[in-house]
């Protein structure tokens, strides 16, 4: 499966919650006054970032919680 498949999979399997969450006000005419400009470069930039907070998330989610600090009493 390519990205572009990919992509257009987890947009269909996500598509209620992606439509729940609330985005940035201004973040849509943003995005498309840099996709009318040709700044395809800023656009691809701000899917990397997608990626690299979600991989961070994971890798959060992922670890095991850490036990708490040992109590010490007086």
Do not use: C, T, Y
């Amino acid at each position: 499966m390519d990205f572009r498949e990919w992509l257009e999979k987890m947009l269909e399997d996500n598509r209620e919650a992606l439509q729940q969450f609330p985005e940035p006000p201004g973040l849509e005419d943003f995005v498309r006054d840099l996709v009318r400009s040709g700044q395809a470069e800023r656009v691809l930039h701000l899917v990397k970032f997608s990626f690299l907070f979600g991989l961070q998330q994971a890798q959060a989610q992922a670890r095991p919680e850490a036990p708490p600090p040992p109590k010490i009493q007086a």
